[in-house]
């Protein structure tokens, strides 16, 4: 029983420890911020540092190219990571970052229903997405069985010889096209339930925001979100999901192309400032979609009016604002690949050789744990892009006087003067730095 378990479930228990180090990550920036943002930091270094002793290790022994290019860039990313923590301990912003972080994990323990629901979207995703997991459930095995059916068709004909065997005439051109729109349908789904976990937690987090009285905040909240999100919005996050897609797959396409062109500088060069304008266009629909989802919650308006709506607003803030949330989801993103490398860290040695093919439970439990590790560490950067859009229209409708206060908290309405203020030395340091030049 012990090998079985070890042998069909292995994955099953880093999966768990990642979902474990998400909890206490929220607890601690919650509780204790200022500890947990730079045990964060400092961790994902260690963690990193780790990793890349390991990696040489093994090319001592091996011997082999490839660990030695993968030691080279796990040595590289150790440095960048420790430029990072060096920058965050010089730079006077990090208290901006904290203050979000605990107001966004303050908000989240107070509908406690939203640390679950990352988990829902997970579980739905990877159901939907043909996983063997929930083969039991008759949608599941009905989609199982087309795809096989389909794949099976792309292939070629079964053939089974006199002997019993069981070959197949395989038609690799048809078999690719398949599997390659396996994949796209795959990161469009993946797109798509990220949106819909956006929209319904920002609908959310903008109801809390918007109470007088933060006591009296109820699951309400959520459900009402996840109610007007179903009733009126899937079609909103459909369109951006798929226009996001679309440049996607233009920028692989383009990317695929410029190989191929070995020998033609011209075209190579064409096809080179194409791919980095559909780059720059992807990540810009990919900024863009989020905030217009946030503001689609907020105002039940289209994906075009709100994504308008939430670049102007973002704009006339930045004008004079320092942007908070941007560094608090890219110190969130550190904390998300520390708990990921920590993981497989541990997962590793459950591997045993009494395993066949050891390797495939710690790749199998590298995908669980990173899709897991993306919708809790999406959940938090959503929770503090809401926060920080919600303060952005509490500032554009209230004065903060006794007749219009604001709905932000004090240590919101701290962190927006204090952003405030880094702006405006900024601005005046820009300004010194160009008269004397």
Same mark, same amino acid.
């Given at each position: 029983?012990?090998?079985?378990?070890?042998?069909?479930?292995?994955?099953?228990?880093?999966?768990?420890?990642?979902?474990?180090?998400?909890?206490?990550?929220?607890?601690?920036?919650?509780?204790?911020t200022?500890?947990?943002?730079?045990?964060?930091?400092?961790?994902t270094v260690?963690?990193?540092?780790?990793?890349?002793?390991?990696?040489?290790?093994?090319?001592?022994?091996?011997?082999?190219?490839?660990?030695?290019?993968?030691?080279?860039? #796990?040595? %590289? /990313?150790? &440095?960048?990571?420790?430029? *990072?923590?060096?920058?965050? +301990?010089?730079?006077?912003?990090?208290s !901006?970052?904290?203050?979000?972080?605990?107001?966004?994990?303050?908000?989240?323990?107070? #509908?406690? %229903? /939203?640390? &679950?629901?990352?988990?829902? *979207?997970?579980?739905?995703? +990877?159901?939907?997405?043909?996983?063997? !997991?929930?083969?039991?459930?008759?949608?599941?095995?009905?989609?199982?069985?087309?795809?096989?059916?389909? /794949?099976? &068709?792309?292939?070629?004909?079964?053939?089974?010889?006199?002997?019993?065997?069981?070959?197949?005439?395989?038609?690799?051109?048809?078999?690719?096209?398949?599997?390659?729109?396996?994949?796209?349908?795959?990161? /469009?789904?993946?797109?798509?339930?990220?949106?819909?976990?956006?929209?319904?937690?920002?609908?959310?987090?903008?109801?809390?925001?918007?109470?007088?009285?933060?006591?009296?905040?109820?699951?309400t909240?959520?459900?009402?979100?996840?109610?007007?999100?179903?009733?009126?919005h899937?079609?909103?996050?459909?369109?951006?999901?798929?226009?996001?897609?679309?440049?996607?797959?233009?920028?692989?396409?383009?990317?695929?192309?410029?190989?191929?062109?070995?020998?033609?500088?011209?075209?190579?060069?064409?096809?080179?400032?194409?791919?980095?304008?559909?780059?720059?266009?992807?990540?810009?629909?990919?900024?863009?979609?989020?905030r217009?989802?946030?503001?689609?919650?907020?105002?039940?308006?289209?994906?075009?009016?709100?994504?308008?709506?939430?670049?102007?607003?973002?704009?006339?803030?930045?004008?004079?604002?320092?942007?908070?949330?941007?560094a608090?989801?890219?110190?969130?993103?550190?904390?998300?690949?520390?708990?990921?490398?920590?993981?497989?860290?541990?997962?590793?040695?459950?591997?045993?050789?009494?395993?066949?093919?050891?390797?495939?439970?710690?790749?199998?439990?590298?995908?669980?744990?990173?899709?897991?590790?993306?919708?809790?560490?999406?959940?938090?950067?959503?929770?503090?892009?809401?926060?920080?859009?919600?303060?952005?229209?509490?500032?554009?409708?209230n004065?903060?006087?006794?007749?219009?206060?604001?709905?932000?908290?004090?240590?919101?309405?701290?962190?927006?003067?204090?952003?405030?203020?880094?702006?405006?030395?900024?601005?005046?340091?820009?300004?010194?730095?160009?008269?004397?030049?």
């Amino acid at each position: 029983m012990d090998t079985l378990f070890k042998k069909k479930f292995l994955f099953l228990i880093p999966v768990a420890i990642a979902i474990v180090f998400s909890f206490f990550a929220f607890v601690g920036y919650c509780l204790f911020t200022n500890f947990t943002y730079w045990f964060s930091l400092m961790a994902t270094v260690v963690v990193w540092a780790i990793w890349a002793g390991l990696t040489w290790n093994w090319f001592l022994q091996e011997d082999n190219m490839r660990v030695l290019v993968a030691a080279v860039i #796990l040595t %590289v /990313l150790v &440095v960048a990571f420790m430029g *990072v923590l060096i920058h965050a +301990l010089l730079s006077d912003r990090y208290s !901006l970052i904290v203050a979000l972080a605990a107001e966004a994990s303050m908000t989240i323990f107070k #509908l406690p %229903v /939203l640390l &679950v629901f990352p988990l829902m *979207v997970t579980f739905c995703k +990877l159901a939907t997405s043909l996983d063997v !997991l929930f083969q039991p459930l008759l949608v599941v095995f009905a989609m199982h069985s087309y795809w096989v059916y389909m /794949l099976l &068709v792309a292939i070629g004909i079964l053939l089974d010889n006199v002997t019993g065997v069981v070959t197949a005439d395989v038609n690799f051109v048809l078999f690719a096209v398949w599997f390659h729109l396996a994949i796209a349908l795959f990161i /469009l789904l993946t797109s798509i339930m990220n949106g819909f976990q956006c929209m319904v937690v920002a609908g959310a987090v903008g109801s809390s925001y918007f109470t007088r009285d933060k006591t009296t905040v109820k699951i309400t909240a959520f459900t009402n979100s996840l109610y007007v999100t179903l009733r009126y919005h899937l079609g909103t996050i459909a369109v951006g999901s798929l226009f996001i897609q679309s440049l996607s797959v233009t920028r692989s396409l383009t990317h695929c192309a410029r190989q191929h062109l070995h020998g033609r500088p011209l075209l190579s060069s064409c096809y080179h400032c194409l791919l980095r304008c559909t780059s720059f266009l992807e990540e810009t629909a990919q900024y863009v979609a989020k905030r217009a989802y946030i503001m689609t919650a907020f105002h039940g308006t289209g994906i075009v009016k709100s994504g308008k709506r939430a670049a102007r607003l973002t704009w006339c803030i930045l004008l004079q604002n320092f942007m908070v949330e941007t560094a608090a989801c890219d110190t969130m993103n550190c904390t998300g690949v520390g708990i990921f490398l920590a993981t497989m860290l541990i997962s590793v040695n459950f591997c045993t050789d009494d395993i066949q093919h050891n390797f495939l439970p710690v790749l199998l439990a590298a995908i669980y744990v990173a899709t897991v590790l993306f919708f809790y560490i999406s959940l938090m950067n959503i929770a503090m892009v809401t926060i920080y859009l919600c303060s952005c229209e509490d500032i554009l409708m209230n004065d903060g006087s006794t007749r219009q206060p604001y709905f932000m908290s004090r240590r919101v309405l701290g962190m927006m003067t204090t952003a405030t203020h880094v702006a405006a030395l900024e601005e005046l340091k820009r300004r010194q730095r160009s008269e004397r030049s």
